[in-house]
């Protein structure tokens, strides 16, 4: 059974600096990882997704990597900014079938 | 486009009362998805589906059922509530470039 962790729980950073959440999972054998950002009471906005076959995306300020023989993704926020304070959550896809598997999220806050 | 739309945004039931909470994309998505997500716990799939007419169970179904009768809505029901079921309900639907979520509704049972 997939398991999906995110280190550390819980960030806080002074604003402007560059930072790396981190996503581990247990099975490699993945179709595909999605990153998601999550503002308090609202639903879920997808950042980035990468295919298994990828190594990284990026978006703006953000950059997600992916080492899928390792079990680990990382998302990398440069520059971060108040606006940036959210419940970042990693998902996986596995190959068999639909299911995506969440980790419990890192709860960001940057302070102005 | 709207999105993923979800009704209602917030319930309070009492237990064993029963009710459906309605989802819907006007993406033209095959497939749909309903997760609940509790504090500490992420958020569980309890069931979905793969087209219109079929729906599959998640790693939470217990409790719930769903139907999925048109393409675009993904229904899902409680048909006797328990305060197990308190939670924060996510919709779900997906194609090639990820998936795309709904606001949430959020249920309290009492």
């Known amino acids: 059974k997939q398991e999906v962790t995110q280190i550390p729980a819980a960030l806080s950073v002074p604003e402007g600096e560059n930072l790396v959440l981190n996503c581990s999972f247990t099975?490699?054998?993945?179709?595909?990882l999605q990153w998601f950002r999550q503002d308090p009471g609202k639903g879920l906005t997808s950042l980035l997704l990468?295919?298994?076959?990828?190594r990284e995306q990026t978006s703006g300020r953000l950059n997600a990597s992916l080492d899928k023989s390792s079990g680990r993704s990382t998302l990398y926020i440069a520059a971060s900014q108040p606006g940036d304070s959210a419940t970042y959550l990693c998902?996986?896809?596995?190959?068999?079938?639909?299911?995506?598997?969440f980790g419990g999220g890192t709860r960001l806050m940057v302070k102005p | 486009n709207a999105g993923v739309t979800q009704t209602p945004k917030f319930r309070v039931l009492k237990t064993g009362q029963s009710m459906t909470l309605l989802c819907a994309q006007d993406?033209?998505?095959?497939?749909m998805y309903w997760y609940r997500q509790d504090p500490g716990m992420g958020l569980r799939l309890i069931h979905y589906?793969?087209?219109?007419?079929?729906?599959a169970k998640g790693e939470v179904p217990d409790g719930y059922n769903v139907s999925r009768l048109k393409k675009q809505n993904f229904l899902l029901g409680l048909e006797s509530a328990a305060p197990s079921q308190t939670s924060v309900y996510f919709c779900?639907?997906?194609?090639?470039?990820?998936?795309?979520f709904g606001p949430g509704t959020r249920l309290t049972v009492t």
């Open positions: 779900a639907s997906s194609d090639y470039s990820g998936k795309y």
């Open positions: 099975d490699s054998a993945i179709y595909n």
């Open positions: 990468i295919q298994s076959s990828q």
């Open positions: 998902a996986v896809k596995d190959n068999a079938g639909n299911m995506l598997t």
């Open positions: 993406m033209n998505h095959e497939y």
């Open positions: 589906s793969v087209g219109e007419g079929t729906t």
